[in-house]
């Protein structure tokens, strides 16, 4: 599928991944509506080689959302594709006392779950009514499909770290919150691309592993190890996969978690089988 012409809002796109993804849609010739907490959001208007739009604000507020969606529809006529990119990282554990954990549910819950179910609500409906098709692409974490989880969808390799499968899934101790913020998207996953796939609209989710980024270099407090940054993934060859598989157009895969864990190569594997839906349940109607 060609993409050029086409809208995009991404969200989170100032810095990392979000900016990759931005960078690399402006390459084939997809119009932008970007948003950040960042003031550096603003910098791609003029950056980018492609018509760009940018907003800032939270996107856990509905009414930013409403701009964001809103604006982008009135200015560049349609809205084709949502990239909900915008996600946070902080520690917490089981044993933290309430007020940090409301504060913790607040930030992560509010960014990585209410964020991306907020966007694709708004988006959705405009999708459906322009009856031409579109793509939704939720970001969650390699914790959840690892192959501890289940071990089938990620094979052992020879070039991975972690040593004999499975891996242990999950962030450890340390994330339950930032864990649960990403794992709840599997809802969001399945349950729109079953009901999206008659409209033709592909639902899937990008599963990031260690890649280079704000916030995993929050993660080190800015201060990572030779080593350590030496083994990262970097956001511009996953942003090169996303354009890969936005291409597949309306018959690709559809309900996937595509798994991008630091050992595996970063690249547009083959779908997965089904695991948790019915093939028949996210056919994309050949009519779109």
Known sequence: MDLSGKTA????AAVGLG????QALADVGVNLAVCDLRDEVHDLVNELATPTKAWQGNVADPNHVKTVVDGAKDHFGQIDILINNAGVWGGSFAKDNLDKSIEDYELLIGTNLKGEYLFGRAVIPILIEQRHGGEIVNIATDHMVTCGAPWQVCPSASSCPWGDSPRATGGGDTMDLYDASKWALNGLLYGWAKALAPHGIRVNQFCMGATDSNMLRSFHNFKPSPEEEASWMRAEDNARVLIEMLEEGPQGRNAQNINFCVGRPVKLEPPLEQIYVR???????KES
């Not at 809002?9 to 989170?12: D, L, M, S, Y």
């Not at 093939?279 to 109607?285: A, D, G």
């Open 9 to 12: 809002i991404v969200t989170g």
């Open 19 to 22: 900016r990759a993804y931005a």
């Open 279 to 285: 093939p028949h349940q996210v056919q994309l109607s």
